[in-house]
């Protein structure tokens, strides 16, 4: 059906919700595959038309704010005032009538036995593997999903940034576990992320100074039969515990990222496209070349192991089109290769580094903007 607006003619508004229904609205909005946008405006629509609503308790209401066709806002506030009603109690009973208009699909769908696992990797560094695999974790939690963010990169980049610790060279860690040296389960080194709408459903496996030595140890060890495998059976225990397992892989095209590549595998009796990886790239020609190389891996893995490798799609970071021909151009390569897609394209805004500045999560420190409505369109596009 046809929209009776101009997608791209938006205000922004700002109002107060109380925690629990805009952490209902993320969440079906998530689950039917919708932007967040497009159902607070759906529901103003028919909230327009509605008679007789009744009052949602909007007290303790903390900011909230969507994009709305341009001039629907001025509609809905006139409205509330014949109806006497506050503009928070107008939007509020608005995405409470779109809510109960549009029921959860998740009892009719089928469950997932296990965690999907999706790995973020490229061989080449600065591409954003960490704040693309962190920010779309940030929205799988934020909708719902018990999400397990694995620091694998022996720079831990990914800890640091969300103001954590790397463990101590001595400490436990995954690494070890994955040599068979650790004593303990690997689940009391998971450390819970807190902060906005997705806290209590997202953790983190911080990284250990001792991953720089995991390629070196993995072609040596006798401890483990197929090397490849090392990654999945030391995360075995933790599958059942959680919806999706995000890894933020290493820049390297070593063990480490066999392993990791290997995890991804579509598995016996599992659906493809369930689990597999996705590419952060820049608009620019070196990352078409480290793409090669990755590809190049991704084959030789598949052909030895004689498995498959889902490739769910590249993640164009950090565009900028005034960047001119370099950076639209690629993008437009990006976009050729077809298969497999551009899920996003993820704007150059400061809001990420800034997230990174103060040590917080992009969905925390910028809730509302650009670079993470990108994060919840690559959420959704892999979880559906």
Not at 32 to 50: C, F, M, N, P, S
Not at 189 to 214: N, Q, T, Y
Request: some cysteine; proline content about 5%; hydrophobic content about 40%.
């Amino acid at each position: 059906m046809t929209a009776p607006y101009d997608p791209n003619d938006r205000e922004k508004v700002v109002s107060k919700l109380p925690a629990e229904l805009r952490k209902e609205l993320k969440v079906r909005a998530a689950e039917l595959g919708k932007d967040i946008q497009d159902a607070v405006t759906e529901g103003i629509e028919a909230w327009r038309k509605a008679k007789g609503l009744a009052v949602v308790d909007t007290s303790g209401g903390t900011s909230f704010a969507t994009y709305l066709p341009a001039g629907l806002y001025g509609k809905l506030k006139k409205d509330c005032t014949s109806r006497k009603v506050s503009y928070n109690q107008g939007i509020a009973q608005s995405i409470r009538l779109w809510l109960d208009s549009n029921p959860s699909p998740r009892p009719q769908s089928p469950r997932v036995t296990g965690a999907r696992r999706i790995i973020f990797g490229n061989q080449k560094g600065g591409v954003g593997k960490t704040s693309v695999s962190a920010g779309v974790a940030q929205a799988l939690a934020e909708s719902g999903h018990r999400t397990l963010l694995i620091d694998f990169d022996p720079q831990g980049h990914l800890t640091k940034q969300l103001g954590y610790e790397l463990f101590d060279i001595e400490s436990a860690s995954l690494a070890k576990h994955m040599l068979k040296e650790a004593k303990g389960d690997l689940s009391e080194l998971l450390v819970p992320i807190k902060g906005g709408d997705f806290e209590e459903h997202l953790w983190l496996l911080p990284a250990c100074k001792d991953a720089f030595l995991l390629d070196a140890k993995l072609a040596t060890t006798k401890a483990v039969r197929i090397k490849e495998q090392a990654l999945e059976k030391a995360l075995e225990p933790l599958e059942q515990d959680f919806d999706f397992i995000i890894v933020d892989c290493p820049p390297s095209l070593g063990y480490t990222m066999d392993t990791a590549l290997y995890y991804s595998r579509t598995r016996d009796g599992e659906e493809d496209g369930t689990s597999g990886i996705v590419i952060p790239v820049l608009a620019e020609d070196s990352s078409a070349d480290a793409y090669d190389m990755l590809y190049d891996q991704i084959e030789d893995l598949t052909e030895d192991m004689e498995i498959d490798i889902a490739l769910l799609g590249f993640v164009v970071n950090m565009y900028d089109s005034r960047k001119g021909y370099v950076a639209t151009s690629s993008l437009d390569e990006w976009n050729n290769i077809g298969d497999p897609p551009v899920l996003a394209v993820v704007p150059e805004l400061k809001d990420q580094r800034e997230a990174v500045r103060v040590k917080k999560p992009l969905l925390v420190h910028a809730p509302y903007g650009d670079q993470s409505d990108v994060m919840r369109t690559v959420a959704r596009r892999i979880s559906a």
